[in-house]
């Protein structure tokens, strides 16, 4: 705001409000509309994130697209297996087992014409992620990340619901 206020550009608002920031009430008035939205960010951010934890404890979905091998059911608010490609998750994890490693897992997925969500073709990076996933042991783990201090606010694991 000090930029435009040295150039002398107005502000222009989406409500077509126009504020010239050389007018001392112009400048207070778009400087206290700015704290008050960003007051109310805050305050939806908060709840948007006690949401979310709350979802997690009763088993509900909301991590935003699923992981590979579930479905999204709407109506429940939860995850339903996708039963032909929880075959290559099975077989992903049974390779493992027997020691293959990521690369030729996918390249054994991608043989067989399994294809990732998008539609892609699987790559070692994305076989160490499946198997590293905490909801093929049937956890919900909702991660949320604080904007300033660093990165885990919450992490809330419901067994149950993979």
């Known amino acids: 705001m000090n930029l435009l206020r040295q150039d002398d550009i107005l502000f222009v608002t989406d409500s077509e409000r126009v504020y010239d920031l050389e007018v001392q009430e112009d400048w207070q008035a778009l400087k206290f509309t700015g ?83 998008k539609g892609n073709f699987f790559h070692g990076q994305s076989i160490v992620r499946m198997i590293r996933s905490e909801i093929y042991k049937g956890w919900i783990v909702a991660t949320m990340k604080k904007e300033k201090d660093g990165w885990l606010v919450d992490n809330v694991q419901v067994k149950g619901n993979g």
């Open 35 to 117: 704290f008050v939205n960003n007051w109310k960010y805050e305050n939806i951010k908060v709840q948007l994130r006690k949401g979310k934890k709350d979802s997690a404890k009763m088993g509900r979905w909301s991590n935003g697209s699923p992981n590979y091998g579930y479905v999204y059911n709407r109506l429940e608010r939860k995850l339903e297996i996708d039963e032909e490609k929880a075959k290559a998750v099975k077989l992903a994890f049974q390779m493992t087992i027997d020691g293959i490693g990521a690369d030729n897992i996918a390249v054994k997925l991608n043989k067989l014409g399994y294809r990732t969500n």
